[in-house]
């Protein structure tokens, strides 16, 4: 994560500093993601590396002086990983799991941040177990406490609370959500506690909620109060926040003030892509002067239009209201539609579809479960069975989240281009190809036998 990392400084412009501000479906090469699917099988993900080098110099370009972070937990798949270590930012972690997978792709220790929420005592012992290196950002008490029974007092972070949240769906809207954070009134008064007892407290933090397009007044609101709060904790400033009961007023150099992630991607053709340099300028202007470094960590927004989802039709039934168009990837592939009611474009990739009409569909996974359709009311050339369809923006929380429910093993992974590592994914990634280069298997498809390994 230093300044001579490949997606350091871009002053080219936005265009050449990594491709189209998002990639549609419609950009994706169907005689290539044919190929992809008689090659692979389905239902399978691709990826592509480059896209997601090139989404990371975008946010380079829009946040030039920022601390970047990659947060693991929109797809922790090595070949995402391997490409971002490469690429100037580091990784905010959910687990010990991911902590354990970023170190592993190449990230050093000193860029990978633990964000620990409630986090059950295995992790903590893994994590404390690495050394200093990292940085540990707390959301309780509790936390501080646990970390220093085990004798582990490193680099510091604390969650704050903002009390204001965003997101694409209630279920990740978390800025205002009790589960996380401190509450803000109370957050300098841990600062300067932790400080006390020895731990080196090098930041703050708080994080709105997922996929925010439009609605950026709530994450500016943060922005603001954060702000608010690194300042009197940089100065010292005890007023109104208990702060004195923890020793002095001295103030704590902070490293960085992180207003964490959320950037939203479009899913649909019609939305705007996000004006990231006009949210960078504003959440700059809300943070306000503060000596701590600005820090952001986005995890959709790397990945999200990396991806797209193959899967094959098996079944097409007309009924009175709809045709049911039954697929092979349902909410065990991609969980977001089930979940959020989430969109994602679905396209067919059959090679004749010029000649096909259109026709009012129903696409549904072989899930057992009235919550497994991946879209309603979608008008596609008349699928038959055997066609295959693409889902898009499926790189983020896509095989993530993905699950053997029904005992369906899950998806296999192929990742497009990123061959070379390093510097050299700087140029792939700068080079927009809707082919994505050589295709790898970067994650084999589960089988039967996986499901049953861990039984005894
Ligand atoms: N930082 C923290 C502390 C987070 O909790 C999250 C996401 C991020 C960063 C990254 O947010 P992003 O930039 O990706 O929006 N499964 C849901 C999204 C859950 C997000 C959870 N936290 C979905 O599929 O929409």
Redesign the pocket.
């Known amino acids: 994560m230093t300044a001579a990392s490949p997606v350091a400084h871009d002053a080219a412009g936005q265009g050449a500093a990594g491709g189209p501000p998002v990639r549609r479906l419609a950009d994706w090469s169907a005689a290539r993601l044919r190929e992809l699917a008689d090659e692979y099988g389905t239902p399978l993900y691709v990826l592509d590396r480059d896209r997601v080098v090139a989404n990371a110099r975008r946010l380079r370009t829009a946040f030039p002086d920022a601390e970047i972070h990659y947060?693991v937990?929109?797809n922790a798949v090595g070949a995402v990983l391997s490409a971002l270590a490469g690429a100037g930012v580091g990784a905010?972690c959910?687990s010990a799991g991911e902590v354990e997978r970023a170190l592993d792709a190449g990230f050093a220790g000193e860029d990978v941040r633990y964000?620990a929420?409630n986090p059950p005592a295995a992790d903590l012992d893994f994590v404390v177990g690495l050394g200093e290196d990292l940085t540990i950002?707390v959301g309780a008490r509790d936390t501080l406490d646990r970390l220093a029974e085990r004798d582990w007092t490193g680099r510091l972070c604390v969650?704050v609370n903002p009390g204001v949240g965003a997101?694409?769906?209630a279920?990740?809207t978390?800025g205002a959500a009790p589960k996380?954070g401190v509450p803000i009134d109370r957050a300098a008064a841990l600062a300067r506690e932790a400080s006390s007892r020895g731990f080196d407290v090098v930041g703050l933090?708080a994080?709105a909620?997922?996929?925010?397009l439009e609605a950026f007044d709530a994450h500016h609101e943060l922005a603001r109060r954060l702000g608010d709060l690194t300042r009197a904790v940089e100065a010292g400033d005890a007023a109104g926040t208990g702060a004195g009961r923890y020793g002095g007023s001295d103030g704590i150099d902070l490293e960085f003030v992180s207003v964490?992630?959320?950037?939203?991607v479009p899913a649909r053709p019609e939305e705007s892509p996000l004006d990231l340099d006009g949210v960078a300028g504003t959440t700059r202007e809300a943070l306000g002067a503060v000596d701590a470094r600005l820090a952001i960590?986005?995890?959709?927004?790397f990945v999200a239009d990396a991806g797209v989802l193959l899967t094959r039709v098996n079944t097409v039934k007309p009924t009175p209201g709809t045709t049911v168009v039954g697929v092979d990837a349902g909410m065990g592939s991609l969980?977001?539609p089930a979940?959020?009611d989430?969109h994602h474009e679905i396209r067919s990739l059959a090679s004749d579809v010029a000649d096909r009409e259109t026709i009012g569909t129903t696409v549904t996974g072989p899930v057992c479960e009235t919550a497994d359709v991946l879209g309603r009311d979608r008008e596609l050339p008349r699928p038959t069975r055997g066609d295959y369809l693409a889902v898009g923006t499926a790189g983020?929380?896509g095989y993530?989240?993905a699950s053997t429910y029904n005992s369906r093993p899950r998806p296999a992974v192929v990742a497009l281009g990123g061959e070379t590592s390093g510097s050299d994914t700087d140029d792939r990634g700068a080079r927009e190809d809707s082919t994505g280069g050589t295709a790898r298997l970067a994650v084999r498809r589960e089988t039967l036998d996986d499901l049953v390994r861990l039984e005894r």
């Open positions: 947060a937990k929109a905010e959910a964000t929420v950002t969650r997101g694409h769906h279920k990740v978390t996380f933090h994080h909620g997922s996929g925010i964490g992630g959320g950037f939203g960590e986005p995890g959709r927004y969980l977001r979940l959020y989430a983020a929380y993530e989240m």
